[in-house]
C-alpha cells in the first residue's frame, strides 16, 4: 500500500512539473492577405500535450488541419512539441484579430498572445485565369414577396482539387431549399478547359426591402502530382501514381454578395378571397356523379397545380349548397422541386351527402392568385355543377317470427342431425386407466437428450472459431471490403456511395496492418501505414485520397455521376493495392 501511494506521488509530482514547464506559442504563415486567401495558424504546445480553445474567433471560419508531433534530442536532452494547425478564412476586409486564444494543459491554462492580420480586397479581373472560381446568380434582382426566384452556384475548376467545402453561404430573409438535380459538365473559357458544377437553391422571400445572398466561400486544396526529380531514376517513377508524389496546395475562392429588393405584393381588391399564391396555377374541378339518393354521397375533386408556392395551396372556399352535409377529406400533392423551382398539384375531396330530394345547383369553385409575370392578380373559376337528389331506396323488413305466427308465415330451417363419425379422432376415455403412468425414462436417456443440443452448439462453436481462425484477420477485412465495395456500386445517391467507399478503405487499411476494426479517420490511417513499414508516399497517397471523400461526403460538394465512377473506381484499385 505504501509503495502505491509513494508511485501516486512521484507521478503526480511528474505530471505538474511536465505541467508547469510547458509553454505554447501561436504562429501564423503571414500577416498580411486578401479575401481570396486564407491563413495557417499553428498553436505548439512543447514540453506536454493541451487542448486548445479557437472559440474565441470571430473575425475567421476556423477549419481544423489536424495535429502533428516533433519530437527531438538535444545534448541528451528530449523535447516534445505538439503542434495544432488550423485553416483560417476571413469574414470581411480590414485589420482582423486572431485574440489570445486559452490552451488547457494538465489542470492548468495557458495563453496564447494576440496575433493582428491585414485583410485586403480580392483583386478583381483573374477569374478567367485562376484554376478554379466561382459565379453566382438569381432569376431576379427584384421579386415580389412570396416569388420564388433561383440562385445558381456554378463552380469551375481547371485543376483536380480535394477537401472542398462551401461555408458562408447563407440566405438571410429567405426560405431556402437546394434542388437535388445538380449538373456537372464542361466549359471552354479563354481557350482554357473547365468542369463545371452547377448548385441551384429556391429562395422564397418572407419580407420586403434590400436582402443580402451570401457571399459562397469555397475552401479547397489543389493537387499537384507528379512532379519532376533530382534524379532519372525519379523521372522513371514520375509517371507510376504509387511512386509519384502527392503536394496539396491550400486554396480559397469567393463569390461577390448579391443584392435582391423584394418588393411588396400591390393591394387586393376584387371580390374572392385572395389565396396566398404567388406563380401560374390552373383550377379544375369535377362532380364524380351526378344523380345521388337521399343519404348517398357524391365526391367533388378540386386540383390546385402549377408554379410557384402550389405547397402552400388551401382549399379554395365556396359555398356549401343547403341540403348537404360536406365532409373533407386529406389533401394530396405531388410536388416537384428542380431547377425551375416548385411545381406540381395539390387535390381536395370533398364528399357531398344529401339530406334532401330534389334538383341542386353546386355553386362554381374560384381561386385567386398573384401572377409575378403579368404582375397582376388573376382569379381562376370552375363550372357549376347540376347534381339531382332521388328518394332513398325503401328499406326492406326484416321477418320477425313469434310463437303467433302462422306456421305458413315462419321460415322453415332444415336441420341435419348431428352424428358422432369416431373415425377421425382419438377415442375419448373417462375412465380411472386414462391416469395410468407411461414407462418412466431413464436417466442416461434424460441426460442424453437435454445435454446433446449443448454439446452439438459448443462443437459448432469451435469449429467456427478454428475456421475463423484460419482464414484470418487480414482476410477477413480483405473479403469485408470487396463485399462493400460491390454493394457501392448498385448504390444510387452519392451520400451511400461515398459512404461505402470511406468503409471499404477502412477496411483494406484494417487488411494491411493486420487487424480488425469498423471505423478510421484519415489521420488514423496514415499512422496504421507507416507504423506497418508502408511506403510513406502510400500512406500520404491514402490519406489524401481518403480525406477527399470525406469532405465530399460532409462538405456539401456534389459530384456528378462521372466522377464518383472514378471514385469508386479509384478506391477499388487502392483496396486491391492494400489487401494483395
Not at 494576440?114 to 478567367?128: H, K, W
Request: aromatic share 6%.
Amino acid at each position: 500500500m505504501i509503495r502505491r501511494l509513494i508511485m501516486a506521488w512521484l507521478l503526480a509530482c511528474l505530471w505538474s512539473t511536465s505541467a508547469a514547464a510547458a509553454t505554447v506559442q501561436a504562429t501564423v504563415d503571414r500577416s498580411e492577405i486578401t479575401l481570396d486567401d486564407r491563413l495557417v495558424l499553428t498553436v505548439s504546445v512543447e514540453g506536454g500535450g493541451g487542448e486548445v480553445d479557437v472559440s474565441p474567433i470571430d473575425d475567421f471560419q476556423v477549419i481544423s488541419r489536424g495535429s502533428r508531433t516533433n519530437v527531438s534530442i538535444v545534448n541528451g536532452r528530449m523535447s516534445k512539441t505538439i503542434s495544432r494547425v488550423y485553416d483560417l478564412v476571413p469574414k470581411r476586409e480590414g485589420r482582423l484579430v486572431i485574440p489570445p486564444l486559452p490552451v488547457q494543459v494538465g489542470r492548468d491554462v495557458l495563453m496564447t498572445r494576440e496575433i493582428q492580420i491585414t485583410v485586403a480586397q480580392s483583386r478583381p479581373g483573374r477569374d478567367s485565369g485562376r484554376d478554379v472560381f466561382m459565379e453566382a446568380s438569381v432569376s431576379s434582382s427584384t421579386p415580389y414577396l412570396g416569388e420564388a426566384l433561383i440562385y445558381k452556384l456554378k463552380i469551375h475548376r481547371a485543376v483536380e482539387i480535394a477537401n472542398a467545402g462551401l461555408d458562408n453561404l447563407e440566405f438571410p430573409g429567405f426560405t431556402a431549399k437546394q434542388s437535388s438535380e445538380q449538373k456537372g459538365y464542361q466549359t471552354v473559357i479563354n481557350g482554357r478547359r473547365y468542369m463545371v458544377t452547377e448548385l441551384v437553391f429556391i429562395l422564397t422571400p418572407l419580407k420586403t426591402g434590400e436582402n443580402q445572398v451570401g457571399p459562397a466561400v469555397l475552401h479547397f486544396d489543389v493537387i499537384r502530382r507528379g512532379r519532376r526529380g533530382r534524379s532519372p531514376l525519379d523521372r522513371f517513377f514520375m509517371d507510376d501514381p504509387f511512386f509519384s508524389r502527392t503536394d496539396l496546395e491550400p486554396r480559397i475562392c469567393r463569390t461577390e454578395a448579391l443584392t435582391v429588393q423584394v418588393r411588396p405584393l400591390p393591394a387586393y381588391e376584387g371580390p374572392d378571397a385572395f389565396s396566398g399564391l404567388v406563380g401560374q396555377f390552373e383550377l379544375t374541378a369535377e362532380l364524380e356523379k351526378s344523380t345521388i339518393r337521399v343519404r348517398e354521397s357524391a365526391t367533388l375533386v378540386v386540383t390546385v397545380q402549377g408554379h410557384g408556392n402550389v405547397m402552400d395551396a388551401a382549399e379554395p372556399e365556396w359555398p356549401a349548397p343547403s341540403g348537404f352535409k360536406v365532409y373533407r377529406d386529406a389533401p394530396e400533392d405531388e410536388i416537384t422541386l428542380d431547377e425551375k423551382g416548385y411545381h406540381g398539384k395539390k387535390v381536395f375531396r370533398l364528399a357531398l351527402v344529401a339530406l334532401a330530394e330534389g334538383d341542386c345547383q353546386i355553386p362554381p369553385i374560384s381561386l385567386t392568385y398573384f401572377d409575378p409575370k403579368r404582375q397582376q392578380y388573376v382569379t381562376e373559376r370552375s363550372g357549376a355543377f347540376k347534381l339531382r337528389v332521388l328518394p332513398a331506396a325503401r328499406e326492406e323488413t326484416p321477418l320477425v317470427v313469434s310463437p303467433s305466427t302462422r306456421e305458413s308465415d315462419r321460415t322453415v330451417v332444415d336441420k341435419q342431425k348431428v352424428e358422432f363419425l369416431h373415425k377421425d379422432i382419438l377415442p375419448l376415455r373417462d375412465d380411472l386407466s386414462a391416469l395410468e403412468n407411461r414407462r418412466p425414462m431413464t436417466p442416461f436417456l434424460f441426460f442424453l437428450l437435454f445435454g446433446l443440443p449443448m454439446v452439438l452448439l459448443a462443437i459448432g462453436a469451435i469449429v467456427l472459431k478454428v475456421f475463423r481462425q484460419e482464414l484470418g484477420v487480414s482476410k477477413r477485412m480483405a473479403i469485408r471490403a470487396e463485399e462493400i465495395l460491390k454493394a457501392a456500386s448498385g448504390r444510387a445517391s452519392q451520400a451511400e456511395i461515398l459512404s461505402d467507399c470511406m468503409k471499404a478503405l477502412t477496411a483494406a487499411v484494417y487488411s494491411r496492418v493486420k487487424r480488425q476494426g469498423e471505423s478510421l479517420t484519415y489521420e488514423e490511417a496514415e499512422e496504421l501505414l507507416r507504423s506497418n513499414e508502408a511506403s510513406p508516399d502510400e500512406a500520404v497517397q491514402i490519406r489524401a485520397f481518403m480525406e477527399r471523400i470525406d469532405h465530399a461526403l460532409y462538405g456539401g460538394l456534389s459530384l456528378d455521376r462521372t466522377e464518383l465512377e472514378a471514385t469508386v473506381q479509384e478506391t477499388r484499385q487502392w483496396v486491391s493495392r492494400l489487401c494483395r
